[in-house]
């Protein structure tokens, strides 16, 4: 079986972060393995509290992974501090691994900062150039590239900016857009659109994790980069079409729909 893993914060809701992505690791076919940054105390409504982990422990982690078991690809979530930042981003220099997803992860849907204000420029110098791909929404590339983006015109400028931060490629979700949740994929030599029909529900709790982690999966498996994207596409799709109505706030979507679909378990 491949493997993927994944390196971010804690979602005590278990909707978002590493639960997330461990779900969306095994609903897409890999075995998920986990490196956490970060506990948030958080539900569907609010963050209420962080704790960053240790460096020495999160140092110990990676490579407690890396030294043992093979590793097809990473996803990359919360990073919190700019000492968690250049942690991980060192002990990835180390271990050089082939696929780098990165989530840049800086604010919650209620609006909590999860990467601190002075952690920005240690992902832009440390983290985003060892990155084989990575996956802003428009609030974390206006930061990123420091303009703002309005548009779908926009987002093709600031997808531009974006591969000179050193990233390989990227994916520029439009999901913050008003209109249909576009994104934007780019490779440094072409723009593709991946459509999207944007759904009407409040459920959209760690839309953006879950995303991210199936597009690792997917280069887990085998997949170019650009199938990779495409099939995560697909598949958060149905997952926020099928959202479980869980919490007062923002519900999370159902990472395995389609497998309880099958297995006549809903
Ligand atoms: N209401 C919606 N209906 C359909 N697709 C959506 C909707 N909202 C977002 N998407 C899609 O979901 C994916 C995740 O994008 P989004 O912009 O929500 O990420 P995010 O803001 O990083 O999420 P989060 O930070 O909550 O994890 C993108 O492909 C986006 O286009
Ligand atoms: C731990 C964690 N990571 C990422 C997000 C972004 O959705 C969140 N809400 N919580």
Redesign the pocket.
């Known amino acids: 079986m491949k493997t993927a893993l994944t390196i971010a914060g804690s979602d005590s809701g278990g909707g978002?972060g590493i639960q997330?992505d461990l779900k969306a690791f095994s609903a897409n076919g890999v075995f998920g393995m986990s490196v956490i940054t970060a506990v948030t105390a958080q539900n569907t409504q609010e963050v209420r509290s962080v704790q960053n982990i240790d460096n020495r422990i999160i140092r110990e982690q990676i490579e407690a992974v890396f030294d043992d078991i093979p590793v097809d690809a990473v996803k990359i979530g919360m990073l919190s501090s700019p000492a968690t930042v250049e942690t991980v981003a060192q002990a990835l220099k180390k271990y050089q691994p082939n696929q780098i997803v990165l989530?840049p992860?800086m604010?919650?849907?209620g609006g909590h900062h999860l990467l601190q204000d002075e952690a920005i420029q240690s992902l832009i110098e440390h983290m985003i150039p060892l990155s084989t791909m990575i996956?802003?929404?428009?609030?974390?590339a206006e930061v990123l590239v420091k303009r703002k983006i309005d548009t779908e015109e926009d987002m093709l400028t600031a997808s531009k900016a974006l591969l000179e931060l050193g990233a390989k490629m990227i994916?520029l979700?439009?999901?913050?857009l008003q209109g249909?949740?576009?994104?934007l994929f780019y490779d440094g030599q072409y723009f593709h659109w991946?459509h999207?029909?944007?759904?009407?529900?409040k459920n959209?709790?760690?839309?953006?994790?879950?995303?991210s982690s199936a597009i690792a999966a997917n280069l887990a498996k085998g997949h170019s980069m650009f199938e990779a994207v495409k099939l995560?596409?697909q598949y958060?799709?149905i997952a926020?079409?099928h959202s479980l109505d869980l919490g007062h706030g923002?519900g999370p979507t159902h990472h395995f729909y389609e497998l309880y679909e099958k297995a006549n378990l809903k």
Do not use: F
């Not at 979700?173 to 913050?176: D, I, M, Q, S, V």
């Not at 249909?180 to 994104?183: A, V």
């Open positions: 978002a997330a989530d992860v604010v919650s849907k996956t802003p929404n428009i609030p974390e994916l979700k439009g999901g913050h249909n949740p576009n994104d991946l999207g029909e944007r759904i009407e529900t959209t709790h760690g839309t953006g994790c879950t995303l995560a596409k958060i799709s926020i079409k923002h």
